[in-house]
């Protein structure tokens, strides 16, 4: 393993000082692009299928849109303040996000602190500011904290004492929180996200397993404890035999996007969002697409969604080091996730889960938290390395290193070598600033 860095690290080293990656490069436009595009998108549709319950509940049918437009100025400003940072920055400031995530958590629970709506306490709100959600903040945080502190840990991950337990208290501690709000949906997300990042950074496939197993049993349990999970699940399964009540809004979503045929009603023009579908501006933002612009504008926003992942995976596998790799898939991982759990949602292939649709759906804490970090998959792209000498070897080696490591364009590593499943890091450059 010491032998293949050592030949490795002077070729990437000297890769990166001809290219001037060291100070930062050229952004990847087409990722931001798309960012921006999928963000304009959710300003239209917010409004569009939140002006009636805007007029019915505050008399201001911009109600909500003002509120997205607020969360998308900030997130703006997010997002070009880490797109110019230089990524590595964040592995020393990790423990400060970390730790002042885990503040905000802990104000959302505490007394006369915390505010409350549907049942669910999961908002800070001062006077008459808008309120903060820190779960969708938490998020962001545990990208960064996962990423350094994985990248810090080597081999050592692979080691029940040294890297499972702690990992597994780590995040056992941040879902803890945010289940106490409770907010399912984030936990599960946030797991998820975690978990990712732990396979990817060379975690063993028994620990892996170990640890799915374990959390799907928690899973259950606290489905079975809080009740409204549960209800999700057989509300999912026999929507038809209780329409009026249990299963109106999955058959209301499903009518929404139905609605719209292949080209739909016209942008400004649903009917479902005049109250049949529950949500319709958060959750079912996609439905009410479905149905203005139909089938043809759905598939366009899939496609922005394919292509975003699309290109993070490839800055991924480009990053000049492991923290880089494991911080822009933390980031792939999040918006595949949360794009999965909501699409999937409305059109009934899975439960129902209340995960909004990143950079789409009304929310100005979760707009600004995914901008920033679409800001954070920018800054390591700025930094890619494009190995030019991988491209002009042997066809033979080119393949034999596709087939045991398919997501990596870097040089070959030992198959016994755990860490970095898209690619070997380049020694010496971890963190360096």
Not at 39 to 52: K, N, P, R, Y
Not at 92 to 114: C, D, E, F, K, T
Not at 320 to 347: C, K, S, Y
Not at 414 to 424: E, M
């Amino acid at each position: 393993m010491a032998r293949i860095e050592a030949l490795t690290a002077p070729r990437v080293g000297k890769l990166v000082e001809e290219t001037g990656h060291r100070t930062g490069g050229a952004p990847d436009w087409s990722l931001i692009a798309a960012v921006m595009t999928l963000t304009l998108v959710g300003l239209i549709f917010v409004f569009s299928s939140s002006f009636a319950v805007g007029e019915q509940l505050f008399g201001d049918p911009r109600f909500f849109a003002k509120r997205q437009l607020l969360g998308a100025g900030i997130g703006a400003g997010a997002f070009v303040f880490f797109a110019l940072l230089d990524y590595r920055r964040l592995r020393a400031w990790s423990p400060l996000i970390m730790a002042g995530a885990v503040l905000l958590l802990l104000a959302v629970i505490a007394p006369g602190i915390g505010h409350s709506q549907n049942g669910a306490q999961r908002w800070i709100q001062f006077g008459s500011a808008p309120p903060v959600q820190p779960s969708e903040i938490a998020k962001l945080a545990i990208v960064i904290y996962i990423a350094a502190w994985l990248s810090s840990r080597g081999d050592s991950i692979r080691h029940v004492t040294l890297g499972v337990i702690p990992f597994s208290i780590i995040v056992g501690f941040i879902g803890f929180l945010i289940m106490a709000e409770p907010d399912l949906g984030t936990a599960v997300t946030i797991t998820l996200i975690a978990g990712g990042l732990f396979f990817i950074a060379g975690a063993a496939l028994k620990h892996i397993l170990v640890l799915v197993l374990g959390g799907g049993t928690v899973l259950f349990g606290i489905i079975g404890l809080f009740g409204y999970g549960l209800d999700r699940f057989t509300q999912f399964v026999s929507a038809e035999s209780n329409p009026e009540a249990g299963g109106f809004q999955i058959l209301q979503l499903l009518i929404a996007l139905g609605s719209g045929g292949l080209t739909g009603v016209g942008i400004g023009e649903s009917r479902q969002k005049f109250f049949y579908v529950p949500s319709a501006h958060t959750d079912g933002v996609f439905a009410i697409i479905g149905e203005e612009v139909g089938f043809i504008g759905a598939v366009l926003i899939l496609f922005l969604f394919a292509f975003l992942i699309y290109r993070g995976v490839r800055i991924a596998s480009k990053a000049p080091d492991q923290f880089g790799t494991l911080l822009a898939m933390g980031v792939v991982i999040w918006f595949a996730t949360q794009a999965f759990f909501n699409i999937g949602g409305v059109t009934r292939t899975i439960p129902l889960t209340g995960i909004p649709l990143p950079l789409v759906s009304f929310g100005s804490s979760a707009l600004v938290a995914t901008l920033a970090a679409g800001g954070v998959l920018v800054s390591v792209s700025r930094y890619s390395v494009e190995r030019e000498e991988y491209r002009e070897q042997e066809p033979e080696r080119r393949l034999r290193d596709y087939v045991m490591h398919p997501f990596r364009d870097g040089d070959a590593a030992s198959v016994d070598a755990p860490p970095n499943r898209l690619h070997t890091p380049a020694p010496g450059r971890e963190g360096s600033a």
